[in-house]
């Protein structure tokens, strides 16, 4: 079992920056494939906003040149730092990490985390 455990999220004016961490624990050892962040606002589906792993990163239209991702692989931690927030990047912001053991053929598992509220307002 994979545990994900967010942090950072606040209450900032529009303009502002935020930083959100993402850190992934187990008693096993584990290998992650990617690390992403997802936001849910009020009446509105899940939607992604940022992945990382492998080499590959890709962030949703809505936040790319505003928000950057990047990973610590040590600390099994992803960052999203968030500059030139907007009201409409309001929403709880959730990690998702993927996970395997030993080689990803054997199986890919998702662990979500509890997430993080980001309120933009002025």
């Not at 606002?41 to 990047?70: C, M, N, W």
Request: hydrophobic share 30%; glycine share 12%; with cysteine.
């Amino acid at each position: 079992q994979v545990q994900v455990e967010e942090s950072g999220g606040g209450l900032v004016q529009p303009g502002e920056p935020l930083r959100l961490s993402c850190a992934a624990s187990g008693s096993k050892h584990f290998s992650i494939l990617d690390m992403g962040w997802y936001r849910q606002a009020p009446g509105k589906q899940r939607e992604l906003v940022a992945i990382i792993g492998g080499g590959h990163i890709e962030y949703s239209d809505s936040v790319k040149g505003r928000f950057t991702i990047s990973e610590d692989n040590a600390k099994k931690t992803a960052y999203l730092h968030m500059n030139s927030l907007k009201l409409d990047d309001t929403a709880i912001y959730y990690c998702n990490v993927s996970t395997y053991e030993g080689s990803p053929v054997l199986g890919i598992r998702n662990y979500w985390g509890q997430g993080t509220q980001v309120t933009v307002s002025s």
